[in-house]
């Protein structure tokens, strides 16, 4: 192949063969990122060096913030969170479900989409991983329930603070959430997009808006009182969020 014509060539087959490597990152298919997210969870020994390589679990972070929220930046391999959302972006509508709510005195207001993880196979391995995060707190095991969070155009949460009780395996067997996190997999997400996660209880008073921030996770023990703001943008602000459980005691605080 002569040399000459590359650079004056704007066709775009001679640009796919140029940068083959571009290419294939553009056309990842969400079967493919699926078997590439399933890979890096499945190697333990793997994730057990990148949970080192942080400094461990959330446990003592945790610990350490005193209640308030914390926003861990850069927190999965960065692999690991286009393959989470590559997946997101591709799941069929039908697996998504609207959670409405006009506000009352059990629930806060609100609307958005959501589809439980442990119903989307491709995303079976977060499971683990999220498990891996905080296996117990303060001594006791927990149990982590996680889904897929979708917000579009106006969809929002208003003032909450997490507090819930679920059944699981029957009714005398009640589960309580005790830590929240929001893993935010929307990239480049700006202020002017609305959907910010609007702490109300900062240290200090007040109300401070975290801007999603792609790869990042929001995490804090509940209860702790915040909202999300109103979605203005024509795009879907997505993701992962849940709560680590903790077995409810018989006449114990929640
Ligand atoms: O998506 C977020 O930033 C927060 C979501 C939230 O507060 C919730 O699902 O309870
Ligand atoms: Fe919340």
Request: neutral net charge; charged residues 25%; contains cysteine.
């Amino acid at each position: 192949m002569a040399s000459v014509a590359v650079h004056e060539d704007r066709s775009p087959r001679r640009r796919l063969w140029r940068s083959p490597r571009r290419v294939e990152e553009g056309e990842l298919s969400p079967e493919r990122a699926a078997r590439r997210l399933a890979a890096w969870a499945e190697d333990a020994a793997r994730q057990e060096r990148w949970l080192a390589s942080r400094g461990g679990g959330l446990e003592a972070p945790l610990l350490g913030a005193g209640g308030g929220i914390l926003r861990l930046r850069d927190f999965l391999p960065l692999e690991a969170a286009e393959n989470t959302l590559r997946v997101l972006e591709a799941l069929p509508e039908s697996v998504w479900s609207l959670s409405e709510q006009g506000g009352d005195a059990n629930a806060a207001e609100h609307r958005f989409w959501s589809a439980d993880v442990a119903d989307v196979p491709q995303l079976a391995p977060l499971r683990g991983v999220f498990w891996r995060l905080l296996p117990t707190l303060r001594g006791e095991p927990t149990l982590p329930i996680f889904s897929c969070g979708r917000y579009g155009a106006s969809d929002h949460i208003g003032r909450h603070n997490d507090e819930g009780d679920t059944p699981i395996f029957g009714p005398g067997n009640i589960f309580s959430r005790k830590v929240a996190a929001i893993w935010h997999l929307t990239r480049e997400w700006q202020e002017s997009e609305g959907g910010a996660l609007v702490d109300l209880q900062p240290e200090g008073g007040g109300s401070i808006s975290h801007v999603p921030i792609f790869n990042s996770l929001v995490v804090f023990e509940v209860p702790h009182w915040h909202a999300v703001s109103r979605v203005t943008a024509e795009r879907y602000r997505y993701s992962i969020f849940g709560w680590w459980h903790q077995k409810k005691v018989a006449g114990g605080p929640g």
